[in-house]
């Protein structure tokens, strides 16, 4: 998936300006701890056993996922180091 594509699939209220919060993110090397503070916001919600998964909160950690994915153009070949399989980046 393509940055703009990653984009398009975003809430509509951050697409009102002259520039979308993502790309200043991403402009400023903010990016990267913005997607992962993100993933790890909409996991905690989840994290009480006694209710129940949002599935809305599970799709925006994909975007989130997919963010990171189109902006550091990691490929989906996994390799393994210290015992982690993990993607790595495009040269």
């Known amino acids: 998936m393509t940055w ?8 509509e209220h ?13 402009s400023a090397g903010m990016l990267r701890h913005f ?4 993933i790890i916001k909409y996991a905690f919600r989840n ?8 599935i ?8 989130y996922a997919d963010i990171l994915i189109a902006a550091f153009g990691l490929q989906k070949k996994t390799y393994e180091y ?7 980046e495009r040269p």
């Open 4 to 11: 703009e594509e990653v984009k398009s699939k975003g809430s």
């Open 14 to 26: 951050y697409k009102t300006g002259a520039i979308e919060p993502v790309d200043l993110y991403k």
């Open 35 to 38: 997607a992962l503070s993100s």
């Open 47 to 54: 994290a009480d056993i006694y209710r129940p998964i949002s």
């Open 56 to 63: 809305s909160d599970l799709e925006k950690i994909k975007h």
């Open 82 to 88: 210290g015992g982690f399989v993990g993607l790595r």
